[in-house]
């Protein structure tokens, strides 16, 4: 999807996001408006710390809305972190699919990185095993001319 098919939001409507642990939800309760550029200003429901934190997002090319800026950052307890990187979904099955596809990439990538690392101690394997063997073999020769 790109930006021009995308969905556009309202005040009052929700959009979530994969969090450490879950899904996790957001209240749209603002939109700031450029030549180019909507924001969306969001308020996390999820927070348990006294103030919940509220972030503006946007919609990137791709069609996906993503984390702008943190609103109400506490300095002494930067909360960022947990409402950047992922991508901003419309319904909670997006997000738990798009977390899903990107777990099993993941696996995927271990897996084949753990193959290549077992072929590599394969090979090793091989070459000991014909060194050992040249050098038996040559333990024989010498013990020959003895």
Not at 29 to 42: A, S
Not at 120 to 142: C, F, P
Request: proline share 3%.
């Amino acid at each position: 999807m790109n930006k021009s098919e995308a969905k556009p939001l309202k005040i009052g409507d929700k959009i979530y996001k994969y969090l450490l642990g879950g899904v996790g939800s957001y209240d749209v309760i603002g939109k700031r408006e450029y030549q180019d550029n909507i924001q969306y200003h969001l308020r996390c429901n999820n927070c348990n710390h006294p103030e919940p934190c509220e972030l503006l997002i946007t919609l990137n090319d791709y069609g996906q809305y993503v984390y702008v800026a943190m609103l109400n950052d506490d300095e002494d307890e930067p909360q960022y972190s947990w409402h950047t990187g992922e991508p901003f979904f419309l319904t909670k099955q997006e997000a738990i699919i798009q977390k899903g596809n990107e777990s099993i990439k993941w696996q995927r990538d271990g897996v084949e990185k753990l193959r290549d690392r077992l072929k590599g101690a394969e090979e090793k394997l091989k070459e000991m095993k014909i060194y050992i063997e040249s050098v038996n073999e040559e333990l024989k020769i010498d013990r020959r001319d003895e």
